[in-house]
């Protein structure tokens, strides 16, 4: 690992709202396995710099290898579900965040290690039961970006970053959260810094 040791300050741990992906210009697929339950899904685990820039496709030499995490399918599958067209098991898409961003963190974290550390933090930071607990819910209502922010610190004890997408009717929705997480993986951090998404004070929280 001694050429490939790529140093980065934190993690930037993304989750989506299934809702907010289908409802863009994109649209959405679902996943071979089915659609996938109305919760936050894991995007990934991006190795960052304090500048705001980061490495990626740290190692031409490293391809996803399945049969590494064989027994953690399942729940990446309910977890980690692709909503890209067409539509696939999800390999692509695990494929791809291990290539771009899982090769930049491999001094912390071996292939195996780095998809256990996802789903480890999103146990730890379940965003649906925190909004729901302040009374947020996916019902295509509109929120306070502050109370959802709120609701999240509340619950996990760091702020996250929000960031919208806008729907066919311009509205302004939550598509993702981003949370902070020191070099190991495992604990969450007060983000050295979180890009401005562009938001509206009041955002829609969409159905799934
Ligand atoms: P977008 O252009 O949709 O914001 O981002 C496209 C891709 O760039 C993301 O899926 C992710 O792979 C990468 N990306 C965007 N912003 C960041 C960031 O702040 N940090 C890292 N590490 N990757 C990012
Ligand atoms: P933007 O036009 O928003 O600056 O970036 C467009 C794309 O460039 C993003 O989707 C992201 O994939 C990539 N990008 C932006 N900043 C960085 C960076 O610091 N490092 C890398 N590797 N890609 C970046
Ligand atoms: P990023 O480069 O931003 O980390 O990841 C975005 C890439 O993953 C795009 O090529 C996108 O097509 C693919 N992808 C596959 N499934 C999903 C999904 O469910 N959500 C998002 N945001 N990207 C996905």
Redesign the pocket.
Known sequence: ALCLSQDFDFFYFVQQWPGAYCDTKHSCCYPKTGKPIADFGIHGLWPNYKDG????DCDPDSRFDKSEISDLIGRLEKEWPTLSCPSNDGTKFWTHEWVKHGTCSESELGQREYFEAALKLKEKANLLRALTNAGIKPNDECYELQDIKDAIKEAVGFTPGIECNVDSSHNSQLYQVYLCVETSGTDFVECPLLQRFKCGSSIQFPKF
């Open positions: 820039g980061y490495p990626s």
